[in-house]
């Protein structure tokens, strides 16, 4: 059905130019600072655009995090499950955070 694909490429650029601003705004004026109003003037949409892809802004905020670190995350979870020993599982996730660190500090 040709009208759901330009539908999806609409819904897909909006929800882009959204997590776009979050991020940038985020990054310029930390969490608590960064209103959705804010960021949907800096996308250039309104809300209810913001409304078709999010719940609000924890939910936003969440689903953006869960994407930028989502791989990290797992690496994580597997450094842990990686071995018996506490100590060692304990060593091993906090190597796999430095290691995500040190190759993006930007999700720091």
């Given at each position: 059905m040709?009208?759901?694909?330009a539908?999806d490429?609409?819904?897909?650029?909006?929800?882009a130019r959204?997590?776009?601003?979050v991020?940038?705004?985020?990054?310029?004026?930390?969490?608590?600072?960064?209103?959705?109003d804010?960021?949907l003037?800096?996308?250039g949409?309104?809300?209810?655009?913001?409304?078709?892809h999010?719940?609000?802004?924890y939910?936003?905020?969440?689903?953006?995090?869960?994407?930028?670190?989502?791989?990290r995350?797992?690496a994580?979870i597997?450094?842990?499950?990686?071995?018996?020993n506490?100590?060692?599982r304990?060593?091993?996730?906090?190597?796999?955070?430095?290691?995500?660190?040190?190759?993006?500090p930007?999700?720091a």
């Amino acid at each position: 059905m040709p009208g759901a694909e330009a539908s999806d490429r609409v819904g897909g650029s909006e929800r882009a130019r959204i997590v776009a601003a979050v991020i940038e705004l985020a990054a310029e004026r930390g969490y608590d600072e960064t209103t959705i109003d804010l960021a949907l003037a800096r996308a250039g949409l309104d809300r209810t655009a913001f409304d078709r892809h999010f719940r609000g802004r924890y939910d936003c905020f969440l689903q953006i995090w869960r994407e930028v670190n989502g791989d990290r995350l797992a690496a994580t979870i597997r450094a842990c499950e990686s071995d018996e020993n506490r100590p060692e599982r304990l060593r091993a996730v906090a190597e796999e955070i430095a290691r995500g660190l040190r190759g993006d500090p930007s999700r720091a």
